[in-house]
Structure formats: structure tokens, C-alpha cells
């Protein structure tokens, strides 16, 4: 698909409706409000496409960009390409995007650290978000010195923080309880030495998990991921 085809098919599929659903989620314009369910049938007909990604991140347009980050070839995306996109974010839908994106580049760790220790509230959410993929996925980068590393600052660092980087750090903990048994009991002792962590979640009904008592439950459900696959 060439780009004027697929920005076409995009705003045919946008609504007014889903528009003010994305600006209650913090997205700016210019944006087509294309529902996720329509989103994914045009991830599936393209599939991978880093020239028609890189042409589609460039218009600036919110769902165009986060069609970006769902065609491109992650093997395309190094290490400079990924911080120019970075830059770009401007809200946590993005950042989840790219986080996403990155982590299953050759670069995810380095975008990690990179981008975790940057002051800028989106990027750094990336960073984290890329971090909470990689060990959700079982990535061959995660050990034990990095998740303990990660917890130590997490526990000194999280309240500190912007509002939607405690967020993203707040599920990196989650995630780190789901790594073993051990770490499930580490990642628990240390949500309840950081206590109720506040994000301000706009216009919105989104809460923030509670990690102490979400940790078991998503240990348990990667638990039988594990199990099914073996």
C-alpha cells in the first residue's frame, strides 16, 4: 500500500466518537480516531513495511503513528531511527507504542537505559514500557542484575517521578513480579514499602493498579503461558 492509500483508508475509518475518546487519552491533533479493532485489520494487511512505517510516522498524524510502530520491521528500527521517533512523542498511547516497538529491536536494553534517564515524561515512559516488554516476553537481555538494579531504583526513584513515568514504572514492578517465584516475592515486598503510587489519569476511568496485589495475580497468568508452551 502506498502512503496516500493508507492515510485514505485511515480516515475513512475514523470517527468523531473515538476522536474524543483519544483526546480524553491525552492525544493532540491531527488524529482520524480509527478504533484498535480497525486499526489491527490494517496492521494485518500490510503486515511489515519500514518504508511505508517511516513515511506514515512522518505526517505527524497520531494514528498513522501508531500504525507505524505496529508495521515496522523491528530489525529496521536501530538505535537512531527509534531516538528520532522518540522525540517525537507527545502523549502515553505513543509511548506505549514505541516502547513496544523498541523492545523488540537489537537495541531494546540500550533504549532502556537511554531513554529511562532522560527528563522528558514521554520518552522516559517509553523507556520503562520497553523494559516492562522485555520481561514480559521473556527477552534474552533480562537477568537478575538488571531486574535487581531496576528494582532498587524503582523503590527510591518512582514517586519522584513525572505522572505518566510512575505509571509505566509502576508496571515495570508488576512485571518483575512476574519473572520467577523469587521475583514475585521480591517485586511484592517492595510494592508495599513504595505504597499507593498517585497518577492522575485525566478525563478518564483508568485507575493504577494496586502492584502488591496485582503482582500474584499476573505471576500466575504468566505462569500458565509457560506451562502451555512447553
Known amino acids: 500500500m502506498t502512503l496516500s492509500e493508507t492515510l485514505s483508508m485511515l480516515e475513512e475509518l475514523g470517527t468523531a466518537q473515538n476522536r474524543k475518546v483519544y483526546a480524553r487519552h491525552g492525544v493532540n491533533p491531527p488524529m482520524y480516531g480509527v478504533s484498535y479493532a480497525n486499526l489491527n485489520r490494517v496492521v494485518r494487511k500490510i503486515r511489515r513495511d519500514q ?15 501508531v500504525l507505524a510502530a505496529r508495521v515496522a520491521d523491528p530489525t529496521g528500527m536501530n538505535a537512531a531511527r527509534l531516538d528520532v521517533w522518540s522525540r517525537d512523542i ?21 533504549r532502556f ?3 529511562t534517564s ?7 515512559t517509553a523507556g520503562w514500557n ?3 516488554e522485555m520481561v514480559l516476553n521473556d527477552h534474552g537481555d533480562v537477568d ?31 512485571a518483575i513480579g512476574t519473572f ?6 521480591l517485586a511484592i515486598g517492595a510494592a508495599k514499602r513504595i505504597g499507593p503510587v498517585e497518577v492522575d489519569h485525566g478525563e478518564t476511568n483508568c485507575k493504577t493498579p494496586d502492584a502488591a496485589s496485582y503482582i500474584p495475580e499476573s505471576f500466575a497468568r504468566k505462569e500458565k503461558k509457560r506451562k502451555n508452551r512447553r
Open 51 to 65: 518504508q511505508l512505517a517511516d513515511a506514515l510516522w512522518a505526517t505527524g498524524i497520531h494514528d498513522a503513528r
Open 90 to 110: 507527545d502523549n502515553s498511547i505513543l509511548a506505549g507504542e514505541l516502547g513496544a516497538l523498541a523492545s523488540v529491536s537489537k537495541t531494546g536494553l540500550t
Open 113 to 115: 537505559r537511554k531513554w
Open 118 to 124: 532522560r527528563r522528558g515524561e514521554w520518552v522516559a
Open 130 to 132: 520497553t523494559f516492562t
Open 144 to 174: 537478575e542484575a538488571l531486574l535487581d538494579a531496576c528494582l532498587d531504583r524503582i523503590e527510591m526513584q518512582i514517586h519522584s517521578q513525572p505522572n505518566r513515568v510512575r505509571y509505566a514504572m509502576n508496571n515495570a514492578l508488576i
Open 180 to 185: 520467577s517465584a523469587t521475583y514475585r516475592d
